[in-house]
């Protein structure tokens, strides 16, 4: 809100856009994930779905499964908030009407931290085999004021407990080098601070859980594929919003592609980073894919939109083509910074340990991987 006197957005045909932008806000509360999922559990709702699926790194990726996922799950979040009077769903912004976002208080009912998102979560909790939600919100509230990323800031701790330099689960000591080490930037401080790559390089780690030394969030590569595929080949590093396959893999949205096979993985990580990419350039938040993947009115609302606030008349494949525009000048970009084929690749403990409960192992080869940039 500008109390300032702009003059708002201009919209060229305000009666399209009116109707294109009712069909989209439809879509998005019919859909069962962003109607429903996301606002009752938060992205959180991911921690029991993962962990049944195998596919919940845990210990720093030894396992895919955490003992203790139930206390830390979205479900068991939604009733400590409810009980403390928080708010189970909140938008980030005004315009939200998804609002995963939520407001989780302190035993005393004063506001702790807001946003507690699944990755954290995940991060904090199973690869840090830490089941005490309050103390990971706490962390979560920290790292926050300090401005520090909190996937990024996990993984380390995970790398972190590798090296000895904590015991695993030790969530207090967690909390006191979070505020005490990285918060005033001490020796060690700098070092975690530094991500998961400065941990495993500064105390000789071989097991970090990075590419392009950018840590690997909350998805096994080895049981849930695609989004493997998405971590390698990714511009950005490992970053699982790039190209989100625990769409088709695990929720069976957009159809289905079994995440512990090879099949089919390289294409769909490829057509999500090409939509994803023009999505993201619209200034919409990723989690409208799920309606987009399955309710055919969906994205051409969201074209409709774009076409009346505009003026213009853009078509699906315009969309496509832009996507497609984008990740080849960010991958360019990289080439120019010095980066080639050997960094699209998974540290080596990913082809060389399995992964319980299903065993499974990367097993893609080089020449597989770089077929994504076929396009
Ligand atoms: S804009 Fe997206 S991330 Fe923010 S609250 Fe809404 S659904 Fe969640």
């Known amino acids: 809100i500008d109390d300032q006197g702009a003059l708002g957005v201009k919209i060229a045909d305000p009666e399209k856009f009116k109707v294109a932008a009712r069909t989209f806000a439809k879509a998005l509360l019919d859909h069962p994930v962003s109607g429903q999922g996301l606002p009752t559990y938060g992205t959180n709702v991911l921690v029991n779905i993962l962990n049944e699926a195998g596919g919940l790194p845990t210990q720093n990726f030894k396992v895919g ?35 995963c976002s939520q407001v989780y208080n302190d ?43 909190s996937i990024e800031t996990a993984v380390t701790f995970g790398v972190a407990m590798e090296a000895g330099i904590l015991p695993w689960g030790d969530s207090k000591e967690l909390l006191r080098i979070l505020a005490e080490e990285i918060g005033k930037g001490t020796p060690l401080g700098r070092i975690l601070g530094g991500g998961a790559g400065s941990v495993g390089k500064a105390y000789g780690v071989t097991r970090v859980p990075v590419v392009k030394n950018q840590a690997i969030p909350a998805y096994d590569p080895r049981s849930v594929k695609g989004i493997g595929i998405t971590y390698a080949t990714s511009t950005m590093g490992a970053d699982h919003t790039a190209g989100y396959t625990i769409t088709t893999n695990i929720l069976n949205v957009g159809g289905h592609i079994d995440p512990l096979k090879k ?15 023009a999505v993201d350039s619209t200034g919409m938040c990723i989690f409208v894919a799920f309606p987009a993947l399955d309710i055919p009115e969906c994205l051409p609302a969201l074209i409709d939109m774009i076409n009346a606030r505009f003026g213009i008349s853009l078509t699906g494949d315009d969309v496509t083509n832009l996507g497609k525009h984008i990740l080849k ?14 960094h699209d690749r998974l540290p080596e403990f990913f082809s060389t340990e399995t992964v319980a409960p299903h065993n499974a192992i990367w097993d893609f080869s080089d020449a597989e991987i770089d077929e994504f940039w076929n396009f």
């Open 263 to 277: 099949d089919g993985q390289v294409e769909l990580s490829r057509n999500l980073q090409i939509a994803t990419a």
């Open 107 to 149: 035993k005393d009912g004063k506001y702790l931290t807001s946003g507690f998102e699944y990755e954290t979560i995940w991060g904090l909790g199973a690869d840090c085999c830490i089941d005490n939600l309050d103390d990971i919100a706490m962390a979560d509230s920290i790292m926050d004021d300090i401005g520090i990323d």
């Open 65 to 99: 499964q955490f003992a203790g996922a139930d206390k830390i799950s979205g479900e068991t979040m939604n009733e400590i908030i409810t009980a403390r009077g928080g708010k189970v769903k909140h938008g980030c912004h005004a315009g939200c009407i998804i609002q």
């Open 329 to 342: 000048v960010e991958r360019q970009f990289n080439i120019e910074a010095g980066f080639n084929k050997s």
